[in-house]
């Protein structure tokens, strides 16, 4: 196997949650020793431990904290030391750990880093050539600075509800665009933030190996959601035009929208984008006529009876799978797709082809066993970059951090594990409730589940 490329790169990652443990995720993926900083103490700990699941077979069991598919996902391939920063040994560890380390990442908000001590001035002056990333809300500077924030609150403030909505139905009976806003869905942003952090801090990497300075990256979730806000911006910016809620349409393309299949809340996609696609489309339906029919024969007039025109193509796709419309449209040149769920995402060919799924072991002692973890959307032809060991057990890497890497002698190991410092099980925690699927769709939560999963 090739050497890695972030191979002998060190990452300290204080964050905790989503955007920033997932960018050191990446990291480690790509060959970095990625520490991430936990704590045993409930209160501070991070909640993708605690709080998020999923749990296989909705269990929590007993080690909990260990086995959240959440938390999992996003520490993949890291270590685990646990220091308690309300202690000023603990705090002196870490600062330690930061001044033989290469990059730090982060998400508090600006004043509780500066209440630490471990601003990036504080830190630069213990690693001159540090590459920091602070992701914030709203960035260190500006009215909003101080302000807290999370993906889930962040969409309406950088824009993108206001271009999500469904159609609502008008006096006349047609659909028209929406007028309430929507989210696009749960921590969106986060994963926009967790890729700028990526590509910051491999650009910042270069700069040091140029330059041999760090940088310190003030990363505002906010500014990352505008910056893909996209035409409804520009059309704005140049025309002083408000985009419009149109929920699976398209502002000039017709057909352009999602259909039933046959199956239980099975989609496909479908869009022409011309004439041209639109005869294509009639092709395949078997109804090359309704090409000619005028309500439909061009892109203006098709536009405008798109109503009509969304019941004759459910009327052809609800009696075929998916993947049949799919391909019948793609053979013909058309754009089409299917709409996956969880399982239809990991039993898709494609990405099972391309091997986008990773099997991880996990130790015995977590009862987690075999599970498959999302991989990368990219692949490298001359590395062999993939998800090298699961997410670590809470402070399974003390000894290793504390005495290999920093040189700690016993005395003062066993000084911070009497003082409570560091440890290796959770305290002051409850093991969550896992209410029952058959509840979970009850209740709304869960659309459906699947007994016979593992088969």
Known sequence: ??????????????????????????????GAEVIKVDTHHNQF????????????DNDPGELYWERGGTFNTLNRGKLSVTLDLRSDAALGVLRRLVAVSDVL??????????????????LKAVKPDLIMVSNTGYGHSG?????????????????TAAFMGYLDVDDSGRSSPGSVPNKIANS????????????????????RA?????????????????????????????NGRRTRRIGNRHETWSPHGCYPCAGADEWVVIAARDDAEWRQVCAAMDAPELADNPDYSDVITRHQNQDGLD???????????????????????????PVLDGKGLLSD???????????????????????????????????????????PLLGEDNRYVLSDVLGLAQSEITELENGNAVGRTLEGARTPGAVPLERQVELGWTVRYDADYRT
């Open 1 to 30: 196997m090739n050497t890695l490329p972030l191979q002998g790169i060190r990452v300290v990652d204080l964050s905790r949650v989503f955007a920033m443990p997932y960018c050191g995720a990446y990291l480690a993926d790509l």
């Open 45 to 56: 700990v991070d909640t993708t431990r605690t709080l998020n699941g999923p749990y296989p």
């Open 105 to 122: 990442l982060e998400n508090f908000t600006p004043r509780v880093m500066r209440r630490f001590g471990l601003s990036y001035p504080d």
């Open 143 to 159: 009215p909003w600075s101080s302000f807290g924030a999370m993906a889930t609150a962040l969409e309406p403030t950088h824009g």
């Open 188 to 207: 969106y942003t986060d994963f926009l933030a967790s890729w700028t952090a990526q590509l910051a801090v491999l650009a910042s990497l270069l700069h």
């Open 210 to 238: 140029q330059t041999g300075q760090g940088t310190w990256i003030d990363l505002a979730m906010y500014q990352v959601g505008v910056s893909f806000v996209g035409e409804g911006l520009l059309d704005y910016a140049y």
């Open 311 to 337: 019941k004759i193509i459910s009327r052809w796709t609800v009696g075929k799978s998916q993947y049949e419309v799919m391909r019948l449209l793609q053979q013909r040149g058309v754009p089409a797709g």
């Open 349 to 391: 060919p494609q990405l099972r082809s391309r091997r986008f799924f990773e099997t991880v072991e996990h130790p015995a002692e977590t009862g987690l066993g075999r599970r498959e973890y999302i991989g990368r959307g990219w692949k490298m032809s001359d590395n062999d970059v993939s998800i090298r060991k699961p997410a």
